[in-house]
Antibody, heavy 124, light 113 residues
Framework: EVQLVQSGAEVKKPGESLRISCKAS????????ITWVRQMPGKGLEWMGR????????NYGPSFQGHVTISVDKSINTAYLQWGSLEASDTAMYYC?????????????????WGQGTLVTVSS | DIVMTQSPDSLAVSLGERATINCRSS????????????LAWYQQKPGQPPKLLIY???TRESGVPDRFSGSGSGTDFSLTISSLQAEDVAVYYC?????????FGQGTKLEIK
């Protein structure tokens, strides 16, 4: 059974750093890209970026480039999303998701399995 | 960026009736090489992550009830629930995966009348 299990809720202060995780199981981790999606309180879905676990190739959405870092540790089938300096506007639910299908040359495909979400609260 | 606009923002339909949600992209998301529309629909129930319902505009994900169907091409798309069930109460999002940044519609909240 494919599962993406995310780390637990976090409460942080502005300026603090944070790394949240997404552990995959039930499939070959390096065969499927992982993507991250933000959902601010009461709002819609925003694509943050994606990573190819086989070689750590990354695409960031322009709104998130330079503010977050996406990475993987394929030895433990885990993807990460991290911030160097949190802001109050980073308060949101963050989801990881698996990309349904990627060829060897392109990866334009929907997201078929989702983690349960990690709630990040940033408040002074 | 491709802007995805859904209509309506909210919708109330009686049990057993048809519900239709529309989605328009700011540019065509039909790839001429393979004749596929790079459009997906997701369902999100309160307190849950989104769930993939439809992709390639009209392909139903495995396990999704056949009362859900997708249609459209180019820039105009629809999600139809043929006979609304109580468990279909949710927010529905369309998404284009034609080009990065991948973008979602603002969501349509579906309720029971």
């Amino acid at each position: 059974e494919v599962q993406l299990v995310q780390s637990g809720a976090e409460v942080k202060k502005p300026g603090e750093s944070l790394r949240i995780s997404c552990k995959a199981s039930g499939y070959s981790f390096t065969n499927y890209w992982i993507t991250w999606v933000r959902q601010m309180p009461g709002k819609g879905l925003e694509w943050m970026g994606r990573i190819d676990p086989s070689d750590s190739y990354i695409n960031y959405g322009p709104s998130f480039q330079g503010h977050v870092t996406i990475s993987v540790d394929k030895s433990i089938n885990t993807a990460y999303l991290q911030w160097g300096s949190l802001e109050a506007s980073d308060t949101a639910m963050y989801y990881c998701a698996r990309v349904l299908y990627c060829s060897s040359t392109s990866c334009y495909s929907p997201f078929d399995y989702w983690g349960q979400g990690t709630l990040v609260t940033v408040s002074s | 960026d491709i802007v995805m606009t859904q209509s309506p923002d909210s919708l109330a339909v009686s049990l057993g009736e048809r519900a239709t949600i529309n989605c328009r992209s700011s540019e065509s998301i039909l790839y001429s090489i393979n004749n596929k529309n790079y459009l997906a629909w997701y369902q999100q129930k309160p307190g849950q992550p989104p769930k993939l319902l439809i992709y390639w505009a009209s392909t139903r994900e495995s396990g999704v009830p056949d009362r859900f169907s997708g249609s459209g091409s180019g820039t105009d798309f629809s999600l139809t629930i043929s006979s609304l069930q109580a468990e279909d109460v949710a927010v529905y999002y369309c998404q284009q995966y034609y080009t990065t940044p991948f973008t979602f519609g603002q969501g349509t909240k579906l309720e029971i009348k």
